[in-house]
């Protein structure tokens, strides 16, 4: 579904096949080419740097969430769910950081959130509610999601 002006390596797909996008007889991980995601448009790509998956799904008027692994469209976004006194839950919506990760934080690349020590993930003209509000709705489900806006928007 992504054509070459969207996807970067998308001759290597042609050339082999679904078979060229994992990195193992599973299909659980995508492959890399030059210490990256296979589907990682890098900089100097004539359509652009970024994730080729999210510029097809945004380029078909559709959620990356519909697109992506669910590893790739919920970074930045992290969510901690803890049980209340209630007997219900409360989540806290926040970022990742490398300790979130434990021992592999420390030597993991970060490509889509640590650009110049994460500047460009955590800071935009707009807010995360407005731009990210499919994937914070998938993550922590319509109820929160539409509760978050509410405080956000008092």
């Given at each position: 579904m992504l054509s070459?002006?969207?996807?970067?390596?998308?001759?290597?797909?042609?050339?082999?096949?679904?078979?060229?996008?994992?990195?193992?007889r599973h299909r659980n991980h995508t492959r890399v080419i030059d210490d990256a995601c296979i589907f990682l448009n890098r900089p100097g790509f004539a359509g652009g740097p970024?994730?080729?998956?999210?510029?097809?799904?945004?380029?078909?008027?559709?959620?990356p969430v519909e697109w992506k692994p669910s590893v790739c469209w919920q970074l930045p976004i992290r969510v901690d769910w803890e049980d209340d006194a209630s007997g219900g839950e409360t989540a806290t919506v926040r970022r990742w950081s490398r300790a979130d990760w434990g021992e592999f934080g420390t030597t993991m690349a970060?490509?889509?959130?640590?650009?110049?020590e994460?500047?460009?993930?955590?800071?935009g003209d707009e807010?995360?509610?407005?731009?990210?509000?499919?994937?914070?709705?998938?993550?922590v489900g319509?109820?929160?999601?539409?509760?978050?806006?509410r405080r956000l928007d008092a």
């Amino acid at each position: 579904m992504l054509s070459p002006d969207q996807w970067q390596f998308h001759d290597e797909f042609s050339t082999y096949g679904p078979e060229a996008i994992f990195a193992d007889r599973h299909r659980n991980h995508t492959r890399v080419i030059d210490d990256a995601c296979i589907f990682l448009n890098r900089p100097g790509f004539a359509g652009g740097p970024g994730c080729a998956l999210h510029v097809g799904a945004t380029d078909a008027g559709e959620s990356p969430v519909e697109w992506k692994p669910s590893v790739c469209w919920q970074l930045p976004i992290r969510v901690d769910w803890e049980d209340d006194a209630s007997g219900g839950e409360t989540a806290t919506v926040r970022r990742w950081s490398r300790a979130d990760w434990g021992e592999f934080g420390t030597t993991m690349a970060w490509c889509c959130t640590e650009r110049a020590e994460g500047a460009e993930a955590y800071t935009g003209d707009e807010r995360v509610i407005d731009t990210m509000a499919d994937e914070l709705t998938a993550i922590v489900g319509e109820e929160v999601a539409v509760e978050l806006r509410r405080r956000l928007d008092a």
